[in-house]
């Protein structure tokens, strides 16, 4: 080959290395452009998951607390039920003893009164009374008094009238279960 073919042969592989050479700068910006927008990208995506996380980890800690509160109030509320079941079973126990107390004192006036029914036929103890009047006769049996219906004579006036327990409670301004108890304890009197 001669030596003009050589030096056009250069001529044209340095203009096309020329042409070449600012499509590779161009890319290569390219490149360190888009690097650029996914470092940037990147940092954003850090960014909003470092903020989530500190806002979940408020969060939590915002339940935790809460939950603490809402524990400590309901432990609170079961203290003060078991110091209201413990104050009910001491009135309860108060209660029955005052009812085995009263059932003793009837069965003691029921015997009294049993003795007192077997006078003698004919003794007039009271001279102002004629003699029919003061003699008792041993078959009859003085009836005792309930002592309850003594002391809630409204309560009964009000159940025999056929009132409901609630009715009399509230006329008589009592607790729905007292007067339940009162009318138990009526009918235990007067089966004794």
Do not use: C
């Amino acid at each position: 080959m001669q030596p003009w073919v050589y030096i056009v042969l250069v001529g044209v592989a340095a203009i096309l290395y020329a042409l070449l050479l600012p499509a590779r700068v161009k890319e290569g910006k390219a490149n360190q452009q888009s690097l650029k927008d996914t470092e940037a990208a990147l940092e954003l995506y850090m960014a909003d998951i470092e903020r989530e996380n500190e806002e979940l980890v408020q969060l939590v800690s915002s339940i935790k607390q809460q939950s603490q509160t809402n524990h400590n109030v309901l432990q609170g509320q079961v203290n003060e039920l078991q110091s209201q079941v413990v104050e009910l079973q001491n009135s309860s126990l108060k209660l029955e003893a005052r009812v085995a107390e009263e059932e003793k004192s009837l069965k003691e006036l029921a015997v009294s009164v049993e003795q007192g029914s077997k006078v003698k036929v004919g003794v007039n103890e009271d001279p102002s009374l004629p003699a029919e009047m003061s003699s008792v006769s041993p078959d009859v049996k003085a009836k005792p008094i309930s002592s309850i219906k003594l002391r809630y004579p409204r309560l009964f006036e009000l159940h025999e009238q056929g009132k409901s327990i609630d009715s009399i409670a509230k006329t008589a301004g009592l607790q729905r279960g007292e007067v339940q108890l009162i009318l138990q304890l009526a009918k235990q009197e007067e089966s004794v």
